[in-house]
């Protein structure tokens, strides 16, 4: 009785502390809305059921991120025609920016830009840019993806040129 | 730098609707869950005995012991296909159960699964399904000689090409988890390393 007790305290605080990013993390992995609000339920189903044999190993935010980019990394691999057009980071890089230059003032359309973006790339590329915009460190972003700190390290790098490239210099242009 | 052009601004405080999943909803998910799981239990059961009385049925209408025996042969080819087809799904690992796993690990498993899955599919589903077909058109050929095979042709022609797209398309998909799975090995290696 104390589990499930604890097994639904556990989610309630987690959903409390990390809906919010969750729902981000969602928009990330899908494009859809309807798919999305259907992912999203799906994240906070699997978390929920995941707490049941929560024993603190890792931080309550590890556990929840790894839950979370497990269930959306088996969504993008169900997706399997859009599977076949994602690339890694390394690829991003080299793609021209079609939209270069012509920054928006208009939020909006950034984040739709930056989700466009995002979902170009493989889970596991998805995983790192999800993490570094969320503001996590290269360990903690190592801890979820198990990725080494110096690969970790390398993609950031990446990520934060591709993300210069196309927010920065395009803003600068237009400021 | 422009506050509207910082990546991290722009992802953090986007507009998010809160989150309507309750402990009921939870709880009512899993009723679902079970429910769905028996009746694909229940599924898997009423299968087997559909394709042996089909191809029972078959092995009636065809008196020619060759023919017969190819039916024989596909009957344990299917039904042990679908202990395999079946065990293979059972055994999915649930995103919840993995959490103690990292990113790097539960993709790895999540596109090797796949790889295997397409791989059990073909050898104890799509194969058993061809091997009945091909034994039907040569039990046509046999028995009824050159009058019923001409009208199954355009049928037969629509069915292999069919099969023919099938195939390049999965086998397409299959290089591609299998592309995957080597970029993953390297990163493997790199952490490892």
Redesign the interface.
Known sequence: MNGVASQ?EL??DV?EQF??A???LA?AYEVDPDKRRDL??EI???????FE??DA??STRT?VY??A???A??HV?RE?RK??NLV?VEELEMLPDKDHGH?????RI??DR?SALIQQL???DR?VIVS????MDAASIG??????P??VAMRISRIKNI?ARR??E???H?? | MHPENDPKKIWQSQPVEPSVMTIHLLRRRVRQLHARTRKQLVGSLVMPIVIIASYIYAIRQFHYPVVQSLFALTIAWSMAGVYFLNRGMWSAEMPGDAALSTGLEFYRREVDRRCSLFRRLLWWGFLPMISIIGTFILALATTEGSKSLPKAMPFITLLIVWVGAYLVIRMREQRELRREIDELNEVEKSVGG
């Open positions: 639904d989610y309630r959903a809906g919010s969750l729902e981000r928009r999203i339920q906070h189903f699997q978390l929920w059921r995941s044999r929560f190993r890792c556990w790894r839950v980019h497990h269930v990394a088996s691999l399997r599977f076949s890694s920054f928006a003032a208009d939020r950034n984040l930056l493989k889970p596991l995983q570094y915009l969320e503001d801890e979820i993806t198990g990725l080494s110096a690969n993300l927010f920065h395009g803003g600068n237009a400021s």
